[in-house]
């Protein structure tokens, strides 16, 4: 095994419109590492596999023959994959920055250290939160009266890490957004495969807090650097209740049934309050969280809320 191959991974599912901005960002983000790309394909149905194999003729390609969901794909690309130092796992709307993976790369030699993740921005330049705390149900709380930027700044109060000086420190959390993700390969052996029942949204939470239970922490690198352009789920309603509606299912998971629904409370309070105010994605949230069948039914391509 080269002491230096990272085996990457790209999810795609119709990105013919995003995925040419980040295969141009790849020799470059990876500049210095031995690296190998495999993309898992959930089916698409526009020009990404043609635009992969025109660009990188030599990626690896693995169909999953239906929109499987996120971790599906990342458990088809894994079962492919060769022994190597780390895997990277990347959506399709990452532009990795020069020399991003080289600097994740050290970090990931700390001993309680088994995911690494980048610095994000947005388009605009702007810093992306993506750094994340367990949930709780007190963060809950304090998310749904404060909102969540104001109960950042708190770490009792708020699920998102919001101080500017946390992105600037190799700083661990609980968590963090799953656009791009270093994960040890000592780490993918001790987790094992990502939960499937999780087609979309709390995939990464579940994956990181287990890894953390096994004594594999998430390390932000602050040197590395990469754009997101970000997903939907700020928009749509259908995908914020999917959101909300796993985060729950996640909490019950982990937590007692007094806790949860608690929890469960502190989430419809936020959603329903939100709703109140015209806020089209909470009024959906609110209602799918006061229906028992979505909060036991796992989410696919076909039914999703």
Not at 75 to 92: E, K
Not at 281 to 292: C, D, I, N, V, Y
């Amino acid at each position: 095994m080269n002491p230096v191959t990272v085996e990457v991974i790209v999810v795609t599912w119709n990105s013919a419109e995003v995925l040419p901005g980040l295969l141009d960002s790849l020799e470059q983000g990876l500049h210095g590492v031995h690296w190998r790309l495999t993309v898992a394909d959930n089916a698409s149905a526009d020009d990404t596999l043609t635009i992969l194999q025109d660009r990188f003729p030599e990626a690896g390609i693995v169909r999953t023959g239906y929109n499987a969901g996120y971790a599906a794909a990342i458990n088809a690309a894994l079962a492919r994959i060769a022994p190597c130092t780390a895997v990277l796992v990347l959506n399709p709307d990452i532009r990795l920055a020069p020399g991003c993976v080289a600097a994740m790369l050290p970090q990931l030699g700390r001993a309680d250290t088994g995911i690494v993740v980048p610095r994000l921005h947005g388009e605009s330049g702007a810093l992306t939160h993506s750094l994340r705390r367990e949930p709780a149900v007190l963060r809950a709380v304090g998310e749904a009266v404060l909102g969540n930027r104001r109960a950042g700044r708190f770490a009792l109060l708020g699920e998102i890490v919001t101080a500017e000086a946390a992105y600037r420190t190799a700083a661990c959390a609980d968590w963090a957004t799953g656009a791009a993700l270093l994960i040890s390969w000592q780490c993918v052996q001790d987790c094992g495969p990502w939960d499937e029942s999780f087609f979309l949204y709390s995939e990464e939470t579940e994956y990181a807090l287990r890894a953390r239970d096994l004594g594999h922490r998430t390390r932000l690198a602050p040197e590395a650097h990469a754009v997101h352009l970000e997903g939907d789920s700020e928009v749509s309603p259908r995908l914020w209740t999917l959101l909300t509606l796993n985060k729950v299912r996640l909490f019950r998971r982990r937590n007692s049934a007094p806790a949860t629904a608690l929890f469960w409370a502190a989430t419809l309070l936020r959603e329903s309050s939100r709703a109140l105010l015209g806020h089209r994605r909470s009024r959906r949230a609110a209602a799918a969280l006061l229906s028992p069948a979505r909060l036991r039914t796992r989410p696919t391509a076909d039914n999703l809320a």
